[in-house]
């Protein structure tokens, strides 16, 4: 009786049709956002001093990075949350962070080697940041290392929750600290304050752009691990 | 190719690459959907 109850329920029906989608109107507005970032891009943003035409790259290459962090962080917070609660979502959600925060950290990197090829005359010059972006590229490839060789689901949270934890330590050493202290071809106005106005406000636009594609490509990826889990039975 | 901003080409290019991407996750919406019934 409580089984037909609640196939019988509408909402309920909707609610979980549309479970881990985006809301239509989102969709409709995060396609716009981001054709207006591409717009504004290409076509209104001023050229910064010293980049002339390569200037449409920086609201790219820097948004993606700062979604890729964001990304990351919240792996060691997911993972934090699953050693506590030993509930396996919590896991998923984890793998699923880290999975686009390494893919918008590789797209950042790549997109910065074309417009360091351009700007410095070489596509990889070993610049501090580069580098260190490499390695945080090469540390959180390892914790996919790490939970493909693992099969156990529950160890395999286990452990990827204890490496996602000591790992999110990097990220801002990594991608702030050591950059900053380490002058090298990166120019840092964003940081130093010196950035022009304008500029700034683009880039806060494009940043909500690509935090919303993250939003949505990552509650994809959660509802695909969630299957992924209920046919390994473990959920 | 004369009178052919390349800077248009570029951002034509962008975001054709973008409603690729779009339209992808699109799919994606749906055989979420489709293995949520």
């Not at chain 1, 479970?19 to 001023?46: D, E, K, N």
């Not at chain 1, 964001?70 to 506590?84: E, P, R, V």
């Not at chain 2, 994606?28 to 949520?36: C, M, R, T």
Request: charged share 15%; with cysteine.
């Amino acid at each position: 009786m409580a089984t037909e109850i609640q196939t019988s329920d509408p909402a309920a029906s909707a609610a979980r049709t549309t479970r881990g989608t985006l809301p239509v109107p989102f969709q409709a507005l995060l396609f716009a956002w981001i054709s207006g970032v591409i717009y504004a891009a290409f076509f209104v943003a001023p050229p910064v001093k010293g980049l002339g035409p390569t200037t449409k790259v920086l609201y790219f290459h820097v948004p993606l990075f700062w979604v890729g962090a964001i990304a990351l962080i919240l792996t060691g917070i997911y993972s934090g949350i699953y050693l506590k609660t030993r509930r396996i979502e919590w896991d998923t959600k984890a793998a699923a962070a880290a999975e686009l925060g390494l893919l918008f950290c590789v797209l950042g990197t790549m997109m910065g080697s074309m417009w360091a090829r351009v700007q410095w005359g070489a596509w990889w010059n070993w610049d501090p940041k580069q580098t260190s972006i490499l390695m945080l590229i090469l540390l959180y490839g390892a914790y996919f290392v790490l939970r493909s060789s693992i099969e156990s689901r529950p160890s395999r949270a286990a452990l990827g929750a204890v490496y996602a934890i000591l790992a999110v330590v990097a990220v801002p050493l990594l991608m702030r600290i050591i950059p900053y202290y380490l002058k090298g071809l990166h120019p840092n106005p964003v940081v130093e304050g010196t950035i022009d106005p304008e500029i700034r406000r683009m880039l806060m636009a494009a940043w909500a752009g690509f935090l919303g594609l993250y939003v949505w490509m990552f509650r994809q990826r959660v509802a695909v691990g969630r299957f992924e889990d209920q046919k390994e039975g473990v959920e | 190719m004369n009178g052919i901003d390349p800077n248009a080409i570029v951002a034509g290019v962008t975001f054709v690459l973008w409603l690729g991407i779009f339209l992808y996750l699109l799919r994606l919406e749906n055989k979420i959907k489709d293995l949520n019934r």
